[in-house]
């Protein structure tokens, strides 16, 4: 029999001061339970939130994809703009991977006409309070109106799609409040409504390396369209600039593919190099007392100061001499120790953001920084030779080539 995913049972319901939609996800035979998949808000936004069948459509086509499914089905009409997007993205996820996967059969009704009641133009982006959405933000008031249909209107901050390093559920949700109220404060100062969002769909496939390179933009697209009621545009903030762009889960040909006839899924700020965008966030005093790179999530923090997006966002804000002014971190200054103890580089756009600082660093007498920064490269063109030798070695020695190097020692 054909392994197929059915995603069934859609349904809202208002429960403890949250509005919720949720979905069955049945794996019939795939050796996984069933799965309820939600997406909750308050209730002051509850209105926005639908129980549209491209959320949860969006949701699952990676995962059933990854656990090679051959279908996919959902009793519901979906736009066929999607349905298309969906098997391109597919298709490009195998081409980058070269995994022998093949894209998944999606089996539902085709929309063939647009909903009679349309949502008026309205924009948003997901606000996670890092350097990359605080620019896209920043960048989108100095060039829209506020009356502009392009100009942001909401924030979407999104708790269960990050892996958290504290144990407790209640603690998890504390850190949660705590960051949406601080990002609440630049929200207020941009003229945003900022929508907290709950969700579980990153348990379909919690593995990290599943997440960067293949998951994160169906998961935010997702989200958009569980507010598609509300929202006509959402946009996902670029982590690289061109010169920078490698295959990845969330990338500039592959995040409008998530799109249907009525949400539009863009990938923005990709003109701006991290210095650029770190630049225009320095000139937003709010930001720089609620900022949050942080990928710790440690309890009672916004920022641990010490993970590498914390040190790479503080020696950028050093070198361009405002850290003293960003209360958002637990310093105001950075060693060549921190450094080197916390940053690293794993491709060639992080390297490439490091080595912009050290004319700046130089001006300002961090020659010690600017040491650690040579340093932490070395470190990563030496990863990166290794990495180089064992592939070339897997593909055309199966591994014997190391194997000798290794007895010959």
């Not at 009356?147 to 390093?165: M, N, Q, W, Y």
Request: glycine share 6%.
């Amino acid at each position: 029999m054909n392994q197929v995913m059915r995603i069934e049972n859609l349904k809202s319901e208002e429960k403890n001061n949250l509005a919720k939609v949720a979905a069955t996800v049945i794996w019939e035979d795939c050796d996984r339970p069933a799965q309820e998949i939600y997406f909750e808000t308050t209730l002051e936004f509850a209105q926005g939130l639908s129980c549209n069948p491209h959320a949860f459509l969006v949701a699952c086509i990676m995962p059933a994809m990854h656990y090679g499914e051959e279908r996919v089905f959902i009793d519901a009409e979906i736009c066929p703009e999607l349905r298309d997007g969906l098997m391109t993205a597919m298709g490009w996820v195998c081409r980058w991977y070269e995994s022998g996967r093949q894209p998944v059969r999606i089996e539902a009704k085709m929309r063939s006409h647009l909903p009679t009641l349309r949502t008026p133009d309205r924009a948003g982006f997901f606000f996670s309070g890092g350097i990359d959405s605080l620019s896209t933000l920043r960048a989108n008031r100095l060039d829209f109106s506020l009356e502009h249909h392009r100009s942001i209107k909401d924030g979407l901050l999104i708790h269960g799609i990050e892996r958290h390093t504290v144990e407790d559920n209640n603690k998890q949700l504390e850190n949660f409040e705590r960051h949406l109220n601080s990002l609440s404060e630049i929200a207020q100062d941009a003229a945003i409504a900022l929508i907290p969002v709950y969700t579980n769909v990153r348990c379909l496939e919690d593995s990290l390396d599943f997440w960067q390179y293949e998951f994160q933009a169906a998961v935010l697209s997702s989200v958009a369209h569980a507010f598609s009621r509300r929202l006509t545009e959402v946009t996902i903030a670029s982590s690289e600039n061109i010169p920078y762009v490698e295959p990845y889960g969330s990338h500039p040909i592959l995040d409008p593919n998530y799109s249907s006839s009525d949400l539009r899924i863009r990938h923005g700020s990709i003109l701006l190099s991290r210095l650029g965008k770190t630049r225009l966030v320095a000139e937003w005093d709010v930001a720089l007392q609620h900022m949050k790179p942080c990928t710790k999530n440690q309890y009672g923090k916004l920022n641990c100061g010490r993970c590498e997006k914390c040190i790479r966002t503080m020696t950028t804000l050093l070198a361009l001499g405002v850290l003293d002014r960003a209360s958002a971190f637990p310093q105001t200054d950075v060693s060549e120790e921190l450094m080197l103890s916390g940053a690293y580089v794993d491709n060639i756009g992080a390297a490439s953001d490091y080595l912009a600082l050290v004319d700046l660093l130089e001006e300002k007498g961090r020659y010690d920084l600017v040491r650690g920064i040579k340093r932490i490269i070395a470190r990563y063109h030496e990863r990166d030779l290794k990495g180089i030798i064992t592939r070339f070695d897997r593909q055309l020695f199966k591994g014997n080539l190391v194997r000798l190097g290794k007895k010959m020692l």
